[in-house]
């Protein structure tokens, strides 16, 4: 036996097919009923095929209420005032325009409908009660179709807009999801400069001496080959550290990574510029630094290593110096100049301004504030970074 999929269009064609059905069979039992109800004490004559005939007519035009609900409940209102076997078919479509068309027309159309049954109550009169009464009667039912329209409307249109709610939310949530994935890989990419530039810095500039200074002492050239190698290593260990960040899984402590810098890490910091061969000056007047929090420490590190990195790229050879000071409900004031360089001695492959960009995002996650400036010669860099009591 041979099996096709349903698609979507199946499943929404299904309802629908359903209540076209349904609507069909209800106005068809509600007709045979009407006919039944008014012959059953009389005696059969000629309006009882003028009876069967709208009848049948109306019963058939019943589905096209949903596709054409003005024009077809019109012509069931006709039908309407000559038959009252056609009575359902016409209340039926005037309860499909009350809920799919603007109040006006819907009205009118109920106006319509009160209008072709006062005809029909005048020559086909029921004998049952006044034709006052029940025109009365006439007049309540279509104002209640008119009510239940309104209601099936309005309560339609609060599921759309509940359905665009929503929508609006997912699309919002993944937009939120992917700022988030953007801000985390901004992140991650200042990570990366911040701990490799400095370190791939430190390693240009012995290998640069080692290229450049063939002729120095076999003694030499071991130191700085070591230096080189020592170098790789650490800039690879902090490489790891970076991508762990990529992990779902923070890292266990006891996996060899080392922590996070402090400001007791500084002075270990310029002393590698200072092996590298630059000259630098330490100027640190910091109140507590072992009770820095860790972002601020860590944020001030980063950027006197910022700092110190740029001097070697960009003014090799010249002298820099480095403040620090601060403490406790003070904050934090870093500053870091260097003498600007004659020429420009950037290592090739080096680019410039990323680091200062990146820095300048993380200095204001801190919630503090980085400057830079060349003046009077120099290169300066100035950060503030708050530090609560």
């Not at 064609?13 to 069979?25: D, E, G, K, Y």
């Not at 035009?61 to 039908?79: G, I, S």
């Not at 360089?341 to 200062?356: K, Q």
Request: neutral net charge; hydrophobic residues 45%; proline residues 7%.
């Amino acid at each position: 036996m041979n099996s096709f999929p349903v698609g979507p269009e199946d499943c929404d064609r299904r309802p629908a097919i359903a209540a076209h059905a349904a609507m069909l069979v209800v106005s068809g039992v509600l007709v045979a009923a009407t006919i039944l109800g008014w012959w059953s004490d009389r005696s059969p004559g000629p309006l009882l095929a003028l009876d069967l005939t709208a009848g049948a007519l109306s019963w058939l035009l019943t589905p096209l209420v949903v596709w054409r609900p003005v024009a077809t409940t019109a012509v069931l209102t006709v039908l309407a005032a000559v038959s009252p076997a056609a009575t359902p078919p016409a209340t039926i479509g005037a309860l499909q325009v009350a809920r799919r068309r603007r109040a006006p027309v819907a009205v009118a159309v109920a106006v319509a409908g009160i209008g072709a049954h006062a005809v029909q109550g005048v020559w086909r009169s029921n004998s049952g009660m006044s034709y006052g009464w029940w025109l009365a009667l006439v007049v309540i039912g279509y104002g209640a179709l008119l009510g239940w329209g309104a209601w099936a409307q309005a309560r339609e249109a609060l599921i759309r807009s509940l359905h665009e709610r929503a929508r609006r939310a997912e699309a919002e949530q993944g937009r939120r999801v992917a700022e988030a994935r953007m801000l985390e890989r901004r992140k991650i990419a200042r990570e990366m400069h911040d701990v490799l530039a400095h370190r791939l810095s430190l390693l240009a500039t012995f290998a640069g001496a080692m290229e450049y200074r063939p002729d120095s002492s076999p003694e030499r050239l071991s130191q700085a080959a070591g230096v080189v190698r020592n170098g790789v290593h650490q800039a690879l260990d902090e490489l790891r550290e970076v991508i762990s960040l990529l992990r779902d899984d923070d890292p266990p402590d006891s996996d060899g990574s080392r922590p996070q810098p402090v400001l007791a890490d500084v002075p270990r910091l310029v002393d590698e510029s200072r092996d590298a061969g630059t000259e630098v000056l330490l100027h640190e007047a910091v109140d507590k630094p072992a009770e820095a929090p860790p972002s601020v420490a860590r944020t001030a590190y980063r950027v006197i290593q910022e700092g110190l990195t740029n001097a070697r790229k960009h003014a090799a050879g010249q002298p820099a110096q480095v403040t620090l000071r601060g403490g406790p409900g003070v904050g934090l004031e870093i500053d870091v100049r260097n003498a600007l360089a004659s020429e420009r001695t950037t290592p090739p492959g080096w680019s410039g301004g990323a680091g200062l960009v990146g820095l300048t995002e993380r200095v204001h996650l801190a919630g503090g504030r980085l400057d830079h400036q060349m003046i009077g010669g120099e290169f300066r860099l100035h950060a503030s970074i708050p530090w609560p009591a």
